[in-house]
């Protein structure tokens, strides 16, 4: 599983370049199957759920090549149309496949993703849109999804919820269906617009990602060669500010778009962060001790981000006041907190509150990580804390942040990885 040793008490001091976005990379990998040319992506991390998704594109049948951030995809044919159950259990994500393998080649069989640390990570929405494309869903033993279409049509729907991964499968379904598909209530996060812009330079007619309705041309199918550069990692750029936050240091940002971390922009500030923004850059210096922030809730873009949650609650774990925090995405994204809480911090979770009652101080402790974010949050408590903290289960930590140890290590933290 591996194991990140962090001695705490260094204000972080110095530069960090942001790496290329876990979210936006990994349905642009399995976009790439709806090309029989060569795509070629750059700027990607080199991340485990990355090294997964390559993966399940070879055994699909995909030439591919991952050298120094760049990644080069080449669907000829399709030469499998199961999805391994242990790469498919290893990554969630691994449904967002769905979708462009019934645009391509019109079938596709997964094991049905099972739930992680942070709650049920139900596809009805999934299901109900490719459904209403023509597309035949059953479940199969052992909890096995079995999906055909004879042809896909395209249509106009409505998402009961904005979820990312509902609208990317249909975005990528929609490619290759008949006629023109509509999604109404889609997300809005930048990885939704990377995507169509994606898409649009594989020669597709997508437009309105971003907005509360996205229109896909359906066509004929492409083979062209083509490049693409994958946006900056929000959620790794939040972190870091965060890690700079909670060890009172001073931390430069290289390769962000600050737009699209505008709501953690705020929240630091209003935490008592002075922030310094540049175009594709910013400067993050924390005050001595930070201030508690009222009242937190997470929502789908471009409201303040999930994925931000366990590393904003640890950093205000520390803050001079009470703080609330209220997760309204994923059932139970609080498990972290029982380790933080090990380390001294004084965090009250009901249903889908936590109150985060400042204290002075953290205390070295061993912990464990069950998820990715929540296991960040321990590494940045880890940091502040006096003394040694053990971070187990760095294996889920390792699925979002390309080298963690190598960046904060880089700007003054005492951490190292073992294995
Ligand atoms: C994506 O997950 C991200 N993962 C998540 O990041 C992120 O937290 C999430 O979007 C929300 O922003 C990737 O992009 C790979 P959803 P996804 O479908 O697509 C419910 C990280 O740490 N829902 O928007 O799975 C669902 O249960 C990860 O990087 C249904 O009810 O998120 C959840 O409560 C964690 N039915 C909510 O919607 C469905 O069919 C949001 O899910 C689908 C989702």
């Known amino acids: 599983m591996g194991k990140f040793i962090v001695r705490g008490g260094h204000p972080l001091n110095g530069s960090v370049k942001i790496q290329g976005s ?34 399940i594109l070879n055994i699909i049948g995909a030439e591919t090549s991952f050298t120094d951030h760049t990644i080069r995809i080449t669907c000829k044919e399709i030469k499998e149309t199961v999805v391994p159950n242990h790469l498919a259990a290893e990554m969630r994500s691994s449904i967002i496949f769905l979708g462009p393998m019934l645009a391509r080649c019109k079938e596709i069989s997964i094991s049905y993703p099972g739930g992680c640390e942070i709650g049920p990570r139900p596809i009805d929405l999934h299901i109900k849109a490719l459904k209403k494309m023509g597309a035949e869903i059953f479940f199969a033993n052992e909890g096995i999804l079995r999906c055909r279409a004879n042809e896909l049509i395209g249509c106009e729907m409505n998402l009961d919820y904005p979820s990312v991964g509902a609208t990317e499968n249909i975005m990528l379904a929609a490619v290759y269906a008949k006629g023109r598909t509509i999604i ?37 199918e492409i083979a062209c060669d083509m490049e693409f550069d994958i946006i900056p990692d929000r959620i790794e750029a939040g972190t870091m500010m965060a890690a700079a936050a909670i060890t009172g240091g001073e931390l430069y940002l290289q390769n962000i778009i600050p737009g699209h971390i505008r709501p953690i922009i705020l929240k630091m500030t209003e935490a008592g962060c002075h922030i310094q923004e540049e175009e594709d850059s910013l400067k993050v210096t924390a005050p001595k001790r930070l201030k508690a922030v009222d009242i937190t809730r997470t929502s789908p873009y471009p409201g303040f981000p999930t994925d931000m949650q366990p590393q904003t609650v640890a950093m205000l774990s520390l803050a001079q006041g009470t703080s609330i925090m209220i ?8 498990g972290y907190t029982e380790e933080l809480k090990k380390m001294g911090a004084d965090i009250f979770v009901e249903g889908r509150a936590a109150i985060i009652r400042g204290v002075p101080e953290l205390y070295g402790s061993y ?22 903290t053990i971070v187990d289960g760095a294996v889920h930590i390792e699925r979002g942040y390309d080298k963690i140890e190598d960046k904060l290590r880089n700007v003054g933290a005492d951490i190292i990885k073992i294995d």
């Open 22 to 55: 876990k979210n936006a990379v990994l349905p642009i990998l399995a976009a790439s199957l709806l090309n029989k040319g060569t795509c070629k992506l750059n700027n990607c991390p080199n991340l485990r759920d990355v090294n997964v998704a390559i993966e």
């Open 184 to 220: 109404n209530n889609p997300a809005k996060e930048p990885e939704i617009i990377s995507l169509q812009n994606f898409l649009k330079a594989m020669g597709v007619s997508v437009y309105g990602a971003g907005s509360g309705r996205i229109v896909i041309e359906g066509r004929e």
């Open 327 to 334: 997760e309204t995405v994923f059932d139970n994204r609080f």
């Open 367 to 388: 912990v464990k990580s069950k998820d990715l974010r929540g296991g960040a949050a321990l590494i940045l408590a880890g940091l502040a804390a006096k003394g040694e």
